[in-house]
Structure formats: structure tokens, C-alpha cells
């Protein structure tokens, strides 16, 4: 993600940065229960086995369930933009990982229709984050399952922590556009939403006739009616469920291949196509220099999706096809490219297992830039990492944020990208250029469709290294001050 607030902006000036069902694909099935945000039925009791409402994120608890894994997401939703009205039926795969008489997914707002576990219909309560499920028969440990749910309303907006932004299911004037971090998902569809706990999705999406649909993966059937136009979507690798995004409006489309065969596909809205063309260009590019840094691109597919509404105030790497706001076009636009792509071996393919690990993404995403710049031949990594440090005051609030640690109000602050590629720098001085990109290939490949943590992360770089690198991380990560220009 690459928020664009005016700390980071300050930082960069100062930087002087380059720095459903088949049949009618106009509805889901028809409703025949409506449950609004009260309860129906009774929790798990006492002494029962009930799957934890949050994974034990301390940023965030109810993000999040424990007590199964999801594998797969069918998510048929139709979608009518002048009304910003929703009415879905999600259908989750998972597998139960302990015995469980009940337990929840996130959702936020939405009316719940109908809600059946292995086709019973099953009770449920509700809360403002936590939709809790009772099933009439009790799942075992290892237990495969079915959730088949119908669901309606006003899709939800979230605040950005710590920033002015709004995420979510972001209403434009010609559709919407779902972009947020760290929560999403659940205000558009009933999810396990933490990166602990990634899956694989199809996305069906029906909208009226006329409006185009952009989504993760590939596109599939494209089913048309009188009035709506139902659009399919495959995303085939497993994917946190804040990366899944839609896109509805008028799109541009233009698809290519990068030089190992990765299809590229890009959704542009008319007014961006200009500015945006030049960046776009370079594409297959910037990802084929990436491959060169950190090793095979790691999707079936990638691509942007760039739209021209204002109401989105920061770019995200949502897999496969980050997106990129009218503002990245067409100053920045090269970088903004670099950084969401880089995302995908760094935030994507290895995931934070806590979000206090967050300068794992941002850290890499915003090294990536140093090192496309250097490819560009606007200084090493090493000048530019001097010139940061150089340029922001020891008596800057960029210091003082521990980005190890940042707590939410600070997830976003500059300081966790800049900082967070300052230590990448910092660790490649210390144990130099050989070991230091074994470190990141390593990290890649051995946290794959998983998670990492700061933790991990400082083994796998003594491991590769020989060496004890605790003061170095403990300078860079954990000190909330300006670290010695001898560290430089």
C-alpha cells in the first residue's frame, strides 16, 4: 500500500524523492428470511467448542476467526451502482482445524437472508464486526464444510487507521471500487479476514448492462441478459482477503504478456488513459526488473486497475491487479508501478502473520523504488539511503515511531516505509550483497502463501549471514530515536 498523506509527502520533499448460482445471473436465489442486525438462535454455551471471534491480533482483535481454515471463496454478488445496494451469496469451502459447536466470520452491516452449514440451515447471533454460526450438527477437527449465505444491503466504508482515507467499497461516480487495508473484506462478504488465512476466490459479479467488471485473476464466462451482465472472475492462487478486489465502472481494457508468459491485464477509466499510458507502457517491464531482484513472479497474472476517483487516496497492491489512483498519473506514476508490484512477493506471496509486522511490506515495497531508481540511474540504494537519512532532522517525528512495532495510530507513517527500507540498506552493509539477496530470495521462496514476522525474518537473515544481527534490527526497527550517522 502506498497511502499518500501529507507526512509522507513532507518526507519525500525533504528526501527530494524519485524516492451465484447458474441459471438468471441477475440474482442470487431469492430471499426467504430476513434477519436484520439482531439476534436469531443462542451462542455456543459454557464449556462448548466455539472458534475464537479473532486470531489474537492485539492491532486488531476481531479481525479475523480461529477454529477452521478457509480454502475457497464463490462469491456471486449483483450489484446496483445508482442505488450502492448489494445482494450477495457467498459460498465458503473450509476445513475445520478443532472440533467446533460454533463459530464466526466478519461481516459488517448487510442484512443475512438465509445461512445454511453443509445445506441445514443453521442459527446465528450477530454483533457490529462478528456474525457467530451454530450449526445443527457439530463440526469435528478436520472436518470439510460448506457455508452457503445470503446477504443484502449498503456495502460498508471503513477509516484507514491513523489517516484521513476511507477504504472499502468505494462508492464513483460511474460504480465502485473496493480498496482498503487492513480490513475490507468484511463489508462486502462474510469472510475469515485476517492474512492468516488466505483462499482461493471466484468472483462473480452482475451488474446492469453497460457497466464493466474488473477482478482478481482471470477472466472468465461473461454471461449477458436484457438488463444485467453477470462478469466471472478466477482468482486461482490462495490470497489474503484484503487483496480481493472488484471494480465496476467504465474500463479501458488492454492485456499483454510479460517476456515469461504472464498475462497482463489492465482496467483504465477513459478520463486516466492518457495520463497513465506512458507508465502503463512499462509494465511487463518493471516486472521483469523484479523478477531480476527477488526472484519468479509468483501469480497467474498480473496487471492495474487505475481509476479517476478522487474518493481513493492511496494505492494498493490488491493481488494480481493493484490499484492506482487518479494522483499517481502522470508525475509518479513509474514508481507508484514499482511499489504495488513489489507487493506482490512482499505483502502478497508472504503476508504478515500480525500487523505489527506491516514494515515487512512497506519496508520491501519501498526499497524496491531505491532499487528501480538505481536500475534507472538515479543514484545506488546506498546514496539514496544516505540522503534520507541525512535530510530528516534527528528531531523529526519520523524518529520516534518504532516501526517493529508501530502500534495502528502509526501503520502507515512514513516512517515504516522509509525507516523499513533504511534497515533493508543497513542489513545489506552489514552482511553484503551476496547473502543479503539470498536472504530475500530465501524469504520468498520459504514463506510462500503464508506469513512472516520481524522475528522470522532476523533469524533467516543470521542464518544465511553467520551473523548476530540482533543490535542492527534492535537500532533500526525498535529505537525511537535517529541512529548514529556511524550506522550509515
Known sequence: MRPIRTAILLVLAVCASACGPSGNPASPRAPRHVYPHGLLGSQCGAGEAAGAPGVGDTYFPTYGNGGYDVQHYDLHIRYAPRRNHLRGTATIQANATQDLTCFNLDLVGFEVHDLTVDGQPATFSRSKHELKITPVTPLGSGDAFEIVMDYSGTPHVFDLPGTNDRAGFIRTADGAIVAGEPEVAAGWFPVNDHPVDRATYTLRVTVPVGYDVIANGLLGPVRTTPTWTTHTWEANDPMASYLATIGVGDWEFRTRETDTGVPVIDAVDPDMVRASRRALRREPEILSFLESQFGPYPFEAAGAIVTDSRKLGFALETQTRPIYPPHAFPGPGEIYLVHELAH????????????????????????????????????????????????????????????????????????????????????????????????????VQDHAFATGTTDGFIALAEQVSGQQLDGLFDEWLFQPNKPPASSV
Not at 534520507?388 to 523529526?396: C, E, G, H, L, T
Open 344 to 443: 506482490q512477493w512482499f505483502g502478497d506471496l508472504v503476508s504478515v502473520e500480525r500487523w505489527q509486522h506491516i514494515w515487512l511490506n512497506e519496508g520491501f515495497a519501498t526499497y524496491a523504488e531505491w532499487l528501480w531508481n538505481e536500475h534507472e540511474g538515479s543514484g545506488t540504494t546506498q546514496q539514496t539511503f544516505q540522503a534520507r537519512f541525512r535530510d530528516i532532522p534527528r528531531r523529526s517525528a519520523f524518529w520516534e515511531v518504532t516501526i517493529g512495532d508501530p502500534g495502528v495510530k502509526h501503520m502507515f507513517d512514513a516512517a515504516v516505509y522509509v525507516r523499513g527500507a533504511m534497515t533493508l540498506q543497513a542489513l545489506r552493509n552489514q552482511i553484503g550483497d551476496a547473502d543479503f539477496f539470498d536472504v530475500l530470495h530465501r524469504w
